[in-house]
């Protein structure tokens, strides 16, 4: 493949694609544990619970698919094996067990509190380190993406 000349050192477009690459394990690991959710979903809100775990993960593919393409137009290969996935992850797939709204909703809102925490820390680097300003302003939409699906988790919990 042709290395992209887009304003971004060789160097720095890898570190950045390191970062993303880590971002891309914790939004794979949330897809696949939101699905999990929405196949086991139990109790007297199933219905509701169930279509909106639905909700939540198509817009997780999304945004799966949305980082690999960052990934990609930086010039490097996707991590895309489960193995991977797990090594770069700071999520765990298990789940406490329970697949009731209250269990499931407060598993679910640990993991988008993590990937905020994570996210805001690459903030400052891709900008002022790598020179990177439109990954920067992705992963902050990205951020507030998940700050907007935390809220709702943790208001259901309330």
Do not use: C
Not at 29 to 42: G, P
Not at 94 to 122: M, Y
Not at 124 to 144: C, H, N, R
């Amino acid at each position: 493949m042709k290395k992209p000349n887009i304003g971004i050192s060789a160097e720095n477009r890898q570190a950045i694609a390191d970062q993303l690459s880590k971002i891309l394990a914790d939004e794979f690991v949330l897809y696949s544990k939101t699905l999990n959710f929405h196949w086991n979903i139990e109790g007297p809100d199933f219905h509701s619970v169930h279509v909106y775990l639905e909700t939540l993960y198509e817009e997780q593919q999304e945004v799966v698919d949305t980082v690999a393409e960052k990934i990609r137009m930086l010039g490097h290969y996707v991590p895309a094996t489960l193995a991977k996935y797990s090594e770069l992850t700071h999520l765990t797939e298990k789940t406490k067990g329970k697949n009731d709204s209250q269990s499931i909703f407060a598993e679910l809102l640990e993991d988008h509190e993590s990937i905020i925490v994570f996210i805001r820390e690459e903030i400052k680097p891709i900008v002022e380190k790598w020179q990177a300003d439109g990954i920067s302003d992705y992963i902050t939409g990205l951020m507030e993406q998940h700050e907007k699906t935390a809220w709702m988790l943790r208001s259901h919990l309330q």
